[in-house]
């Protein structure tokens, strides 16, 4: 089946730091890549997407890259925002399905 | 404005009551889907629909009913609340189309808490 696995959290960084999450897959076939993020209070929004090998994603200043041979759709930002602090899910789309790492709690201080 | 809704976004209700929660999309999308968040965060799929008269039973196993009359409309119904259907519930849409990038769009959530 599928699953995602994503570095638990919750992440603390001081503003204009460097963020890492780290997330790899496991699932049949080629499945869709995605990152979203959910601020407080708020429904999920898609950050950014990859539909292939070794295609990176980017959006807000948010990256990551479709690693097939490791499995893995790490999300990096190099100088966050106190508007950053949100929890963060890595997903995949296999056949219709998503599915859902455990998100990932982080908090920008000022 | 193509969107996803949900209503009510926050709702506190008694045990025993019947409840339906709304879920309406005007993007003209085939698939939608109900998740269940828990308060540690995790989703989890609960109810979805290929389209009108479709529906499918998700990955949780849930007491929630659902129904597709109409295309733009997914509505989620609890017979009898019970305080162990306090969550979070998202609902979502995505294009019927074929592999490769069928994004799903999400609405903003129902919390709901049963006393």
């Known amino acids: 089946g599928n699953s995602v696995t994503q570095m638990e959290g919750p992440v603390t960084l001081s503003e204009e730091a460097f963020l890492t999450i780290n997330c790899t897959y496991t699932?049949?076939?080629?499945?869709?890549l995605f990152w979203y993020v959910q601020y407080p209070g708020e429904g999920l929004q898609l950050l950014l997407k990859a539909t292939k090998a070794d295609d990176k994603g980017s959006n807000k200043g948010f990256e990551a890259t479709y690693r097939k041979e490791t499995t893995s759709f790490h999300l990096e930002k190099g100088s966050v925002q106190v508007s950053d602090s949100a929890v963060y899910f890595c997903a995949l789309i296999n056949d219709y399905k998503l599915s859902f790492g455990a998100g990932t709690t982080v908090t920008v201080r000022a | 404005e193509a969107d996803i809704y949900q209503t009510p976004r926050y709702l506190v209700i008694g045990t025993g009551k019947k409840i339906t929660l709304e879920c309406s999309q005007t993007?003209?999308?085939?698939?939608m889907y109900w998740y269940q968040q828990d308060p540690g965060m995790e989703l989890h799929l609960i109810h979805y629909?290929?389209?009108?008269?479709?529906?499918e039973k998700g990955d949780l196993s849930s007491e929630s009913t659902v129904s597709r009359i109409r295309t733009e409309h997914f509505p989620l119904t609890l017979e009898s609340a019970r305080p162990s259907h306090t969550s979070q519930y998202l609902c979502?849409?995505?294009?019927?189309?074929?592999?490769?990038?069928?994004?799903?769009?999400f609405g903003p959530g129902t919390r709901l808490t049963v006393l």
């Open positions: 993007m003209g999308h085939d698939k």
């Open positions: 699932a049949t076939g080629y499945p869709s």
């Open positions: 979502a849409s995505s294009e019927f189309r074929g592999s490769g990038y069928n994004e799903q769009f």
């Open positions: 629909s290929y389209g009108v008269n479709s529906t």
